[in-house]
Structure formats: C-alpha cells, structure tokens
C-alpha cells in the first residue's frame, strides 16, 4: 500500500509569484484535501477535492485553486504570492464515507521571500 | 464543528503513562471523537476515534465519560519517540472533509 506523498519538499518563491504544490493519493482513496499550517498552528482547511470537483472549502481567497486528477493525484495553486502564504502546505487522502481519518502526506514547506 | 480546549504543552518521563483530556462542552448528539498526532515535519497520523465509553487499539485508549463533555486521550509507558504534538478534534466532517484543528497538545517525553 503506497501511502501519501508530496512534491517538492521545499520551495522558495517571491512575492506575486504562482507556486503549483503535487499529491499522490494513497492507493484506495477518492478525497483529496489540502491545509495550510502556518508555525506553531494546527493545520487550516482549505478545500477537498472528490471525483475532480471541489467538495468544500476553507476559508482561503480564490488565488488558492486546486485540480484532481481522474488517477486521484492532485495540484494546489497558489496564485500572486503573499508573505504570508509562508506555510507547510499539506495534502490528506481519505474515502468520502469515512471523512474523519484523513491519512496525510509529509507536505511542501514553502517560502515566500 | 464542537471547538476543543486540551492543555498547550506536557511533559513526561520514559516508560509512565500520560493522559490528555480535551474538553468539548458544545458536542453534538452525532459528533465522534478525533484524535491525530504530529511529529516535526511530518503530516497528523489519525490515532485513535471513538463516541462513547472506551476505545483501544495498539496505540493508544480513548475513554469517553457518560455524558461526552470531555474525552481522554491515554499512550501507556511512553518512549521518546513519542513526542509529538495531539489534537482532539470534534464533530464529524460530513462530506466536507473539513478536519477542524485547534492548537493541540505538544507532548515532550524526556529520558
């Protein structure tokens, strides 16, 4: 059983950059979900994706999009960059019947300078 | 989602067994109980899940009193691989799949 994985694993972009963060599902499931955690925060919801459509979201400006593939990977885009869009970004996989066990990547540290 | 209070931070020793509680005054009639746990760097690791009265697996045990205002997160004989922040989260996601973290609980076990 493959389990969630994130690429890159650190990124360094400026402010008004686009930044496009990458997860593999683990084998099995069809949700997608990814968080923002900011340092010393527990992580913020920001949408799910389910059959390659967004299933709900967080709390985050439209800049924040995201895609799933029909293979259930998925992209985070993070459009126009701001300081404070400095986080580990991180990647969940679940079944839609069982929404509470979210089984996590290791995520994408990514600066904005 | 219930919101959660649990203690900042504990400290531990070796091979004792430590409780965490998080309180959920506001829990709903169909709201399970969630905990994960994070290491630096890593993502949350799902733990442990349960409703009411006491939960088990290889990990950890969840005990739930009557009326579910509070739940009971215990890790028997911890070692200092055990370090880790928990969260106690409460309510159920539904379809949304939102996961409501608060701060959690940095647990430092030292030798």
């Known amino acids: 059983e493959t389990g969630v994985t994130q690429s890159p694993t650190h990124l360094i972009k400026t402010r008004g950059q686009q930044v496009t963060l990458r997860c593999s599902s683990q084998s099995g499931h069809n949700t997608v979900s990814w968080y923002q955690q900011a340092l010393g925060q527990g992580p913020q919801f920001i949408f799910q994706y389910y059959r390659e459509e967004e299933n709900g979201r967080g709390n985050f400006p439209p800049r924040f999009s995201g895609l799933q593939f029909p293979n259930y990977s998925s992209e985070l885009n993070v459009n126009a960059l701001e300081l404070d869009d400095s986080a580990l970004y991180l990647c969940?996989?679940?079944?839609?019947?069982?929404?509470?066990?979210?089984?996590f990547g290791p995520g994408t540290r990514l600066t904005v300078l | 989602l219930a919101k959660t209070t649990q203690p900042i931070s504990m400290d531990s020793y070796e091979g004792q067994e430590v409780n965490i509680t998080c309180s959920h005054n506001?829990?709903?009639?169909?709201?399970?109980i969630t905990w994960y746990q994070q290491f630096p760097s890593q993502g949350p690791r799902f733990i442990i899940q349960g409703y009411k009265t006491k939960v088990t697996n290889e990990v950890a045990s969840l005990f739930i009193p009557a009326d579910r205002k509070s739940s009971t997160l215990s890790l028997p004989r911890v070692s200092l691989s055990d370090t880790a922040v928990y969260y106690c989260l409460v309510g159920w996601s539904g379809n949304t799949g939102k996961l409501i973290f608060g701060q959690g609980t940095t647990l430092q076990v030292k030798p």
């Open positions: 506001n829990i709903a009639t169909n709201d399970y």
């Open positions: 969940a996989s679940s079944l839609l019947a069982e929404p509470d066990t979210q089984y």
